[in-house]
């Protein structure tokens, strides 16, 4: 069975759901996929007005995700331009990579790369309670491991090592 | 979230009164990357074609190379300042038009859309295409959004109107 087999299979059971961009004749060149968690903070229902401002900042990067825009990633989780649309996150063996809404209060939202231009997206944290503690950060990357694991078992997500395997349109700066 | 309700956003949005802040600010952020988009699209061709480098930019805006480069990596810090700015480093200015809001795909709204002036029929234009400055020269679209993977149809339709 495929990674796309098993993302389909989640997807018939609820877990997991393909984030469709708002505006639907808008091109869809990547995909991302969302686990409940994100879902329920993308699509609302919001409990109050700032949160579905943020959750639409977010939306609007995800669709420039989805559309294929050039994006930035990240080669280093330590050594990185400040506005890198995606980041690793220590350790990078993990291959746990951070979607960067980098509007206060910041959003991280983490997943990982099922295959290229694929990304599935599984946690998320507002930046400030992550602070500079490796520990937090460690946290929420095995977080997002073990919501993969349960989804995927065996499959592993893209290694990082070659970012032009992971998304095309790679901004290089 | 399900197709039906990705469909609907734009009805939503437009019935709306007020617009909430939540879906201004889609819209606003959705513009600065459309337009960080053709910025960055420009200067990878021009890149790539061998007229200009970062640096060579730089100097040319009197700025660092690591200013251009956060132009470049982020949509965040994009403003019409920066995007005159950079084009006009490149060689190049902004031809703007504006589409009407639709679910629609581009090429089922072309045929359908009323003028705003004169209530002729016109079809909808690329929303912003970058034309090289040349004088005494028919001026070339450079780079478009990723709307230039519209359909063959609708592209002539932007090239007739732009």
Known sequence: ???????????????????????????????????????DFVEGPWQNDNDHERAKRLRADLDTFIRG??????????????DSFLAPIDPMSDRVYAIRNRIKPSIRLVGCFAAKDVFVA?????????????????????RCKAEWKSLFNTYQPLPGADRDQLASKIIRV | ???????????????????????????????????????????????????????????????????????????????????????????YEPDISVRELSDQSAQ?????????????TFAPVSWLIVHQVQPNQTNRPIAASTYSNWPNTYRENERINA
């Open chain 1, 1 to 39: 069975m495929s990674i796309q087999q098993e993302i389909d299979y989640r997807i018939s059971e609820g877990r997991l759901s393909l984030l469709e961009p708002l505006i639907a004749s808008d091109p869809k060149v990547r995909k991302i996929y969302v686990g409940e968690e994100v879902r």
């Open chain 1, 69 to 82: 825009a050039p994006i930035s990633i990240a080669a280093d989780p330590y050594q990185k331009p400040n």
């Open chain 1, 122 to 142: 599984l946690v998320w944290a507002y930046r400030i309670d992550l602070g500079q503690n490796k520990r937090t950060w460690r946290n929420l990357s095995k």
């Open chain 2, 1 to 91: 979230m399900t197709n039906s309700q990705a469909k609907s956003f734009v009805s939503e949005v437009l019935a709306e009164t007020p617009i909430s802040e939540g879906n201004k600010i889609y819209f606003q952020e959705r513009l600065k990357s459309r337009l960080h988009e053709i910025l960055v699209n420009t200067f990878q061709t021009a890149e790539q074609q061998g007229t200009i480098t970062k640096t060579e930019l730089a100097r040319k805006l009197g700025k660092r190379p690591e200013q251009i480069s956060r132009w470049l990596n982020s949509s965040s810090n994009m403003q019409l300042n920066t995007l005159s700015d950079m084009l006009l480093g490149l060689g």
């Open chain 2, 108 to 120: 089922t709204a072309s045929s359908t859309v009323s003028g705003i002036e004169n209530n002729e």
